[in-house]
């Protein structure tokens, strides 16, 4: 990928992105190849951004059909029975991405996510899931993982009002200004399964209670089989006897885990709000040509939003158990009012 040049058209097209963030990122991101599992309202305002930047390819993957609620939040379908009836959404939200920059290749892969091996994730440099299992997100990070080349690996899901991303770029370099000189910067990062196995205790003071709220949900839906957002507020006391077990065991106290806030998220189901999504997405997008271009430093572990509040946080746990560090417990940076 680093040793193409970009076309002459290539460089008339992006030639204003060129000017934000030079030659040699372009030149990166339209040489680099994106899978996205999961077509929802984040998805497809990521896939509209990173299509507009000029990645390389694009291979989108959703066999479901396309019903009424999925096109709750989708602006790549036509609300038109006639023309999506029968197609899968990763088919229709394909033939629509290809309108946005005909420079782009966008196409469909069609299986089982889990039945995909690893030299199937090494055909990309960054792969994104969403709407998908507890079970499935660990798989495919796993997988990504064992490649011997870098493959950046995101979750990214929206429930009602809230949102939330990770970030698993493996040993990140990057640069970074510094005065008058540009430094090189390297990150570490944990995988998802990591991440959420890290003793709830243990997190940093002042960790989103968002945080801890998805963490439960994302085990009901893992533990009684549901596909994501399949929940209601009928789940609420099963829900909140699953909290009171993962609270025993993390030593955590309940009120960390409001009710209020569990059932707002179960209220939601898989309902999503298009101006969350497109903040969201938006945001992905940002974090993906950061990772791909190599220029800015990128998220680390976890990005949550809740709009009820307009705030964003970006939380990094990776420092938790190493407290001779100068974050100690790790770190939490706001993001005031994004809206």
């Known amino acids: 990928m680093d040793d193409e040049e970009l076309t002459e058209q290539e460089t008339a097209l992006y030639d204003r992105q060129i000017r934000v963030w030079g030659v040699d990122a372009q030149r990166r991101l339209s040489k680099s190849h994106v899978l996205v599992s999961g077509i929802k309202g ?9 299509v507009l930047a000029g990645v390389g390819s694009l291979t989108v993957h959703d066999d479901r059909m396309v019903t009424e609620e999925l096109l709750s939040a989708n602006f790549l379908i036509p609300p038109v ?12 939200c394909c033939d629509s991405l290809k309108d946005f920059n005909p420079m782009v290749r966008v196409s469909v892969q069609k299986g089982d996510l889990l039945s995909f091996d690893v030299d199937f994730f090494g055909k990309f440099d960054v792969v994104v899931v969403s709407s998908c299992s507890l079970s499935t997100k660990i798989s495919v990070n796993e997988k990504c993982r064992r490649l ?35 430094v090189e910067c390297l990150l570490e990062y944990l995988s998802f399964e990591e991440a959420i196995s890290i003793p709830w205790r243990s997190l940093p003071r002042g960790l989103s209670k968002l945080y801890l709220v998805l963490r439960v949900i994302e085990q009901f839906e893992e533990i ?3 596909t994501p957002g399949e929940i209601s507020t009928a789940d609420f006391l099963n829900v909140q006897k699953l909290r009171k077990e993962l609270c ?7 009120s960390e885990i409001p009710d209020s806030l569990l059932q707002r998220l179960l209220a939601g189901g898989a309902r999503e709000s298009s101006p969350v999504c497109a903040i969201i997405g938006g945001i992905l997008g940002q974090e993906v040509i950061k990772a791909i271009s190599g220029k800015g430093e990128p998220l680390k572990n976890f990005f949550l939003f809740d ?5 964003g946080i970006i939380q990094d ?20 009012n994004i809206v």
């Open 224 to 226: 009684q089989g549901r």
């Open 317 to 336: 746990i990776s420092q938790v158990q190493a407290p001779e560090t100068e974050f100690g417990m790790g770190s939490v940076e706001r993001v005031e």
């Open 307 to 311: 709009a009820m509040d307009g705030k």
């Open 81 to 92: 029975e006639n023309v999506y009836s029968g197609k899968s959404i990763a088919d229709l």
């Open 248 to 254: 025993q065991i993390h030593s955590l106290n309940e």
């Open 42 to 50: 984040t998805i497809v305002e990521f896939c509209k951004n990173i």
């Open 148 to 182: 011997s080349k870098q493959v950046a690996f995101y979750t990214v899901d929206c429930r009602g009002s809230c949102g939330e991303i990770f970030v698993d770029l493996q040993n990140y370099t990057y640069s970074k200004g510094k005065a008058d000189e540009t």
